[in-house]
């Protein structure tokens, strides 16, 4: 069984930067891809930012802003994210496709204020 737990969500200013985390608990192949994506209220989820073995990918909006990375052991992305603007508040959601299978994280709240 594997479960995501994220962390780092919260309330900021404009301008300001904050770090998502998640973890991956159970046993499975590196060869995964990892990711965020985020849902405004009223929206639908987005594709944030991808990484895979060694790829990576993101949304346009978020370009030069964000950065996404993982540990060594595959199982840990972090979501830096600088300049945040207002459009950036969300819940953000950890997610993981292995095998097919799509497993997704409770969602953190990024709120930024103007």
């Known amino acids: 069984q594997v479960q995501l737990v994220e962390s780092g969500g919260g309330l900021v200013q404009a301008g300001e930067s904050l770090r998502l985390s998640c973890t991956a608990s159970?046993?499975?192949?590196?060869?995964?891809?990892m990711g965020w994506y985020r849902q405004a209220t009223g929206k639908q989820r987005e594709l944030v930012a991808l990484?895979?073995?060694?790829?990576?990918d993101y949304a346009e909006s978020v370009k030069g802003r964000f950065t996404i990375s993982r540990d060594n052991a595959g199982n840990t992305v972090q979501l830096q994210m600088n300049s945040l603007k207002p459009e950036d508040t969300a819940v953000y959601y950890c997610?993981?496709?292995?095998?097919?299978?799509?497993?997704w994280g409770q969602g953190t709240q990024v709120t930024v204020s103007s």
């Open positions: 997610h993981l496709k292995l095998v097919g299978v799509n497993y």
């Open positions: 159970g046993s499975f192949t590196r060869r995964n891809v």
């Open positions: 990484i895979g073995t060694e790829t990576t």
